[in-house]
């Protein structure tokens, strides 16, 4: 009976136990496989999601027009804006203020591609890296020209362009030209009193903020003779204040100016001599010319400084863009970035 009882415990342990003894490793093993398995897909698919959704859409490339090297380079939008946001802006701008050029920036490169880019832009690119589009610089150039702030300028800049992923001005369902400048004469322009098109959202609004700005106000003197010669006039005979102002725009700026027996306008006047405005007072002093200007830019659209002034003021970047664009829209990406995909 005790030796019967001894022979059924050894047959279990050999038919049931010991198998699973043997089973089990296997099973873990096999467990570990499936469980390695899975991570690696759900690791591909992240990071194909990633790589297409890096600005909300299907990845999108950026060929810029390297001036200084005469190269062409491909960037990912993400790159470009980074690199335009911190060319276009200081970084040490509050975060508001970076997160409406970044808009700014990705509408105006979405509406370029849209539209095919730039006309003439050497060899073959999209885009140049110049004030001709927007100003353009990758990492190495911008760790050169910050140096020991690299990193914290970067991260800023970085940070910006990550909250508004995805995001553009739209104006009826369409990207606006989202023009900007640096500082305002504490109003903005009208676009048809410095271009020859009106645009219903590129209107004329205070911007009071400017007054902090360093580049508000600005006087240079000059010979009168450089002045006559670039105007191509005559006014060796007069004294004191130089031109009849006829007329200013909605944004308080010379409109139309009659200087020595000529009518200019006046962008003409700041085109020949290269004023950083078009609000400005010339007086003449003996044999020299003084020259004052405020504001520095064509004043159309938002005014960088404006911006900063109104997101130290508490406002975010989204209340920012509708001040400075009239009745526009925040929208999504994507539905144009598909078309780019379509295009390309």
């Known amino acids: 009976m005790k030796r019967t009882a001894i022979i059924l ?7 049931l136990i010991i198998p699973s003894m043997i089973v089990m490793p296997f099973a873990e093993h096999a467990e570990q496989a499936a469980k390695h398995d899975k991570d690696v897909a759900k690791a591909k698919t992240k990071d194909k999601t990633a790589s297409q959704n890096k600005d909300k859409g299907p990845a999108i490339s950026v060929s810029v027009y390297r001036a200084a090297e005469d190269k062409v380079q491909s960037f990912d939008m993400h790159d470009y804006l980074v690199g335009v946001v911190a060319s276009e802006m200081p970084a040490d701008f509050n ?7 970044t808009l700014a920036a990705r509408t105006y490169i979405v509406k370029h591609l849209l539209n095919e880019g730039s006309i003439n832009v050497p060899k073959g690119a999209e885009v140049t890296d110049t004030t001709m589009d927007q100003v353009f610089k990758d990492k190495a150039d911008l760790k050169k020209i ?3 702030d690299y ?14 992923e995805g995001q553009i001005i739209t104006y009826n369902g369409k990207p606006i030209t ?35 700005s360093p580049k508000y106000e600005d006087v240079t003197t000059r010979s009168a003779s450089d002045v006559e010669n670039k ?6 005979k007069q004294k004191g204040e130089i031109g009849d102002i006829i007329d200013r725009t909605k944004g308080h700026r010379v409109a139309k100016i009659k200087v020595g027996g000529k009518t200019f306008t006046g ?32 004043g159309v659209g938002m005014s960088q400084y404006g911006a900063n002034g109104m997101a130290k003021a508490g406002d975010n970047y989204k209340q920012i863009v509708s001040y400075y664009y ?18 390309k």
């Open 9 to 15: 415990t050894l047959f279990i342990l050999t038919v």
């Open 267 to 298: 962008r003409e006047i700041r085109e020949k001599l290269g004023l950083r405005s078009t609000d400005f007072n010339i007086v003449k002093q003996g044999d020299e010319v003084k020259i004052t200007t405020k504001g520095y830019g064509h």
């Open 95 to 101: 975060i508001e203020a970076l997160k409406a050029q």
């Open 151 to 164: 990193e914290w300028k970067l991260a800023k800049i970085e940070k910006a362009v990550n909250a508004t």
């Open 178 to 212: 989202p023009s900007f400048f640096s500082t305002s004469n504490g109003y903005t322009e009208n676009a048809e009193d410095y271009w020859s098109n009106p645009y219903p959202y590129l209107k004329s609004v205070p911007s009071p903020w400017d007054r902090n």
């Open 326 to 343: 009239k009745g526009v829209d925040i929208s999504n990406i994507q539905p144009f970035t598909a078309k780019l995909t379509a295009k």
């Open 231 to 236: 105007l191509g006039i005559d006014f060796s």
């Open 146 to 148: 910050w140096g020991i």
